[in-house]
């Protein structure tokens, strides 16, 4: 059965084209800087918006139009399975994400949950091998269930730390089963209301415990995927202890888990951090720990985390540039952790939404590719920092200097002129260059 029967797959017919179904910039065999556009930008689609977010929001029932649905939850399941992997073919895309409970549902114990997983990722498995997409990444939903109210590694109750546990390891032979390339955490619950009942030392310990044993039982199974961290300042916690990339770095070096861990990024929740997504990936490319990206875009005029497809060109321009910055992604990906919008509530809008994003994101792949060849943020940068290529600048950076001799030096030449940034041209000279 096919689930989209007027869809064909997608090709690239270039800018000029006027069928809604092809893409206008991604052109996965392209080649930039050396690489096909295939290999820069590693796109997965997310099991979780794509395949069960139904178009509700506090103010409205669901709306969007799907036909995927049994008899029974099972059947919407596997029914779920076929739709998702029509998808990602007709879209030529290699790889996808998902959360356990977005595969499978959760059933009446535990038991009965990893059973409903077995079947599933059975399925998906099959899919896989014929078709011969791969996973990303899964991860473990520790958030949405009531029992998850309070965290979870992070919890008050230690039973709900053991639950937790037992996901966190099923998510693991699943992973090994369907040769996942990372694995992700996401501590949406994983934070505090009030810190008048909250043990934050022992809450961060014991989520780094759990991190802890993940390696450990990775290991004792043969299957070590790249571990990563998705920072996230709020929501649904009040204050999440992931809040942003630096203070899950802090966090990662406390309790020694470089080498095993590093950031999957997403662009809107760095909005909700108060900073740009570049800084984040900034960030974590100075501490050798970009991993992965989720890729999707937020609204400043609302206070939350809207997901919205990525179609901003300057900020795919400037996340692609860190990322080739960073020699690349692999083996992390760009993951589209977006939804369409209440009003594109038809089935076709979930293709022609991610058409949208990898077009952008494939312009912004050769806005970079342009910002690379001319080296134009390269000399910017250089021209800035000249002082500390030579003289007593590059005394400092050689670690020739203290405290004495700079003071000497600094009384000698106490007539200090800055020279002007030009920022306004900087940036009136980019868009030239951009566009």
Sequence with gaps: MSYFPEISQIKYEGKETNNLFAFRHYNPEEVVLGKTMKEHLRFAVAYWHTMT????????NPVNERTWFGETPMDTARNRVEAFFEILTKLGVEYFCFHDVDIAPEGDSLEEFFQNLDEITNLIKEKMDETGIKLLWN???????????NGAASSNNADVFAYAAAQVKKGLDISKKLGGENYV?????????????????????????????????????????????????????????????????AFIQKYGLDG?????????????????????LNVARNYE????????????LLGWDTDEFPTNVYDTTFTMYEILENGGIAPGGINFDAKVRRSSHEMEDLLLAHIAGMDTYARGLKAAAKLKETRYLDDLREKRYASYTEGVGKRIVDGEEDLESLTAYAMENQDIRLESGHLEVVKSRLNDLLF
């Design 185 to 249: 955490f996401w501590g949406g619950r994983e934070g505090y209301e009030s810190l008048l009942n909250t043990d934050m030392a022992l809450e961060q310990d014991n989520i780094a415990r759990l991190f802890k044993m993940a390696i450990a039982y990775g290991e004792k199974i043969g299957h070590k995927p790249q571990f990563l961290i998705e920072p996230k300042p709020k929501e649904p916690s009040k204050h999440q202890y992931d809040f942003d990339a630096a203070t899950t770095m």
């Design 289 to 300: 720990a970009l991993g992965s990206i989720d890729a999707n875009q937020g609204d400043l």
């Design 139 to 149: 991860t473990a939903n520790m958030f949405s269930h009531p029992r998850y109210n």
């Design 53 to 60: 977010q139904d178009g509700s929001d506090p103010f409205g």
């Design 260 to 280: 095993d861990f590093k950031l999957n990024l997403e662009a809107n929740h760095a909005t909700l951090a108060g900073h740009t997504f570049e800084h984040e």
